[in-house]
């Protein structure tokens, strides 16, 4: 499942945001700060660790949560690049701007 997918629910953005927050976490531990069913944040981990957003690790009979730095780098990475993006093409509309104001300015238009 693709990252940005997964964290279109709410839900699952929150769950992100008290992981990265608390470091890991056990299911149980997650889901008491929810309104739902355990079952219900079982599915909602399922897709945050399918999107490679969250990991689990058993420790005895626990599922501990963190986050996936692999997966969140990944996000990151495609954050960046789209942000430089619009940064450039911001820059040269700025640079378009400022020459079209100078001709006017110079009273070449």
């Not at 599922?63 to 692999?70: E, F, K, N, Q, S």
């Not at 430089?84 to 911001?90: D, E, I, T, V």
Request: no cysteine.
């Amino acid at each position: 499942m693709n990252a940005f997918s997964a964290l279109s629910d709410g839900t699952r953005r929150e769950i992100v945001r008290l992981v990265a927050m608390e470091g890991g976490l056990g299911a149980s531990e997650i889901s008491q700060n929810f309104q739902m069913s355990s079952p219900a944040i079982s599915q909602h981990l399922k897709v945050l660790r399918e999107a490679r957003i969250l990991r689990m690790e058993k420790a005895a009979q626990r599922r501990i949560y963190t986050l996936d730095v692999a997966g969140m780098d990944e996000i990151e990475t495609w954050i960046l690049e789209t942000r430089n993006l619009w940064k450039k093409r911001m820059d040269r509309l700025d640079a378009h701007l400022q020459r079209k104001k100078k001709e006017r300015k110079d009273g070449k238009i």
